[in-house]
């Protein structure tokens, strides 16, 4: 079935609403589905006064990405759409490939969005690929959340993502394109049986299976993730106190006391927003650590264990969850002006405020990055009230804080900066450099997101 300008139409209606003229970036690998998500895109903005920018990652990986990326670019703007490269520099992983060029792809498109003041970023994922992340997620052990697949939208503290395609079937893309003498281009990697997608790809078709059926039950088990979800929103309003240091403190009773599909949400939540991370842990992690400490509730006091980058601890009647202190990331040179989302977790905004000066090197700057244990050390040895911090032992090394030549700078949540001190750092000449002047605890994926958002019914039953 060929796409129309109207069935686009009603597609983007359902994801709204939009700003006035509205600008949006489309992530176009050159196939069949985000080319023609980008041709579509550019002419519905266009009807709208607004503006469209093709976003073509260039992983390096293949010697041909570069000259594919050029000819994205020759399409795009042969149709009047802007066209834009990115490039993932520096080591690449040996395991995990796929998964790690995703993370970058997504992290330079939002940062790109985020710095050029688009509000959107539109994949191209059709009702084909949310058939395999259901079988890929139904065979690592996804419990209903995952099952559930990708949601039709997807609020970050850069970017709103929109699938638009969700509900459409790829064959109906090949077949727009092929009427409209459009060509694509055709990654070899889709005939790589070394990648698990590629895999389930030829066991749908070798086992029969459909992908209109498995979008239809990912659909289904989305329903019972948005009911589930509201639950979960409403336990955790009663449940979770979070400071801006980022750490939670949750009351076990009415985790207890709740049941288990959803407060094991609410428990996975509070992680992936405390560990900054993209993803719940496996279900089956969660499930241990759940019934550890809500099992026998009155035995987990003084219980630690670890889960999804965090620590978590009892403490009398509540749990306390922390970011651990292993994978902060290391302390990176910043700059004044510059806005800075670290960790996953803090949006930093810097200032052009004076800073001590850094010695020997002659070099001058700033650096962010996780307090740790000995920069917690240098704090206290300043100022020794600071170990009746209301912030606990275990969120303090991860804290996000500035240094330079000469050590640790600031602290904000700690209330700490040197040149506020007495002792022998105080009579250091500053000179001009960064410092904080604004720090969010806000995770993408926050306690408080908005939710799974399905396309509708009719839509995914016309794949």
């Given at each position: 079935m060929i796409i129309s300008e109207d069935k686009f139409d009603a597609l983007m209606e359902g994801l709204g609403p939009y700003e006035d003229r509205p600008y949006m970036a489309v992530a176009v690998s050159g196939g069949a589905d985000s080319l023609c998500l980008a041709l579509f895109a550019g002419r519905w903005a266009e009807r709208r006064g607004g503006r469209v920018v093709g976003l073509t990652v260039d992983h390096g990986l293949r010697p041909e990405a570069g000259d594919e990326a050029l000819q994205v670019g020759r399409w795009l703007e042969g149709l009047g759409i802007e066209h834009r490269v990115l490039k993932w520099t520096g080591p690449k992983p040996v395991s995990g490939i796929q998964a790690a060029a995703r993370r970058a792809r997504y992290q330079l498109m939002s940062s790109w969005c985020r710095e050029k003041g688009f509000l959107h970023l539109l994949l191209g994922h059709t009702g084909d690929d949310q058939a395999e992340t259901l079988l890929l997620r139904l065979g690592s052990g996804s419990g209903p959340d995952g099952l559930a697949a990708m949601s039709a939208i997807r609020e970050t503290p850069d970017v709103r993502i929109l699938r638009p395609w969700l509900g459409v079937a790829k064959q109906d893309l090949v077949e727009t394109l092929t009427a409209q003498g459009q060509k694509w281009i055709e990654d070899p990697s889709n005939q790589d049986h070394s990648f698990a997608r590629v895999r389930v790809r030829k066991a749908m078709k070798d086992g029969g299976f459909r992908p209109k059926d498995l979008a239809l039950a990912a659909h289904r088990f989305g329903r019972a993730r948005q009911v589930t979800e509201t639950e979960a929103s409403r336990l955790l309003a009663r449940v979770a106190?979070?400071?801006?240091?980022?750490?939670?403190?949750?009351?076990?009773?009415?985790?207890?006391?709740?049941?288990?599909?959803?407060?094991?949400?609410?428990?996975?939540?509070?992680?992936?927003?405390?560990?900054?991370?993209?993803?719940?842990?496996?279900?089956?992690?969660?499930?241990?650590?759940?019934?550890?400490?809500?099992?026998?509730?009155?035995?987990?006091?003084?219980?630690?264990?670890?889960?999804?980058?965090?620590?978590?601890?009892?403490?009398?009647?509540?749990?306390?969850?922390?970011?651990?202190?292993?994978?902060?990331?290391?302390?990176?040179?910043?700059?004044?002006?510059?806005?800075?989302?670290?960790?996953?977790?803090?949006?930093?905004?810097?200032?052009?405020?004076?800073?001590?000066?850094?010695?020997?090197?002659?070099?001058?700057?700033?650096?962010?990055?996780?307090?740790?244990?000995?920069?917690?050390?240098?704090?206290?040895?300043?100022?020794?009230?600071?170990?009746?911090?209301?912030?606990?032992?275990?969120?303090?090394?991860?804290?996000?804080?500035?240094?330079?030549?000469?050590?640790?700078?600031?602290?904000?949540?700690?209330?700490?900066?040197?040149?506020?001190?007495?002792?022998?750092?105080?009579?250091?000449?500053?000179?001009?450099g960064p410092n904080f002047r604004e720090i969010l605890f806000s995770p993408a994926n926050a306690l408080s997101s908005t939710g799974f958002f399905l396309r509708s019914g009719p839509d995914i039953l016309s794949l």
């Open positions: 106190r979070v400071h801006p240091a980022g750490f939670a403190e949750l009351q076990c009773a009415p985790l207890v006391a709740a049941p288990d599909e959803i407060s094991l949400r609410a428990l996975s939540r509070v992680l992936i927003a405390t560990g900054g991370r993209d993803y719940a842990p496996k279900l089956a992690k969660l499930e241990r650590l759940h019934g550890e400490f809500f099992s026998h509730p009155s035995a987990s006091d003084g219980r630690s264990m670890t889960l999804a980058g965090c620590h978590v601890t009892g403490k009398g009647d509540k749990i306390l969850i922390c970011r651990e202190n292993r994978g902060v990331p290391e302390p990176a040179l910043v700059h004044s002006g510059e806005r800075v989302i670290w960790d996953g977790r803090f949006n930093i905004l810097m200032t052009g405020q004076r800073v001590a000066s850094v010695p020997a090197s002659g070099a001058e700057g700033a650096f962010l990055g996780g307090l740790g244990p000995q920069g917690w050390s240098e704090v206290v040895q300043m100022v020794p009230d600071l170990r009746r911090t209301a912030v606990p032992a275990t969120a303090r090394h991860s804290l996000p804080a500035l240094f330079d030549g000469f050590g640790v700078y600031s602290v904000p949540h700690l209330g700490f900066r040197r040149d506020q001190c007495k002792g022998p750092m105080a009579g250091f000449l500053p000179v001009t």
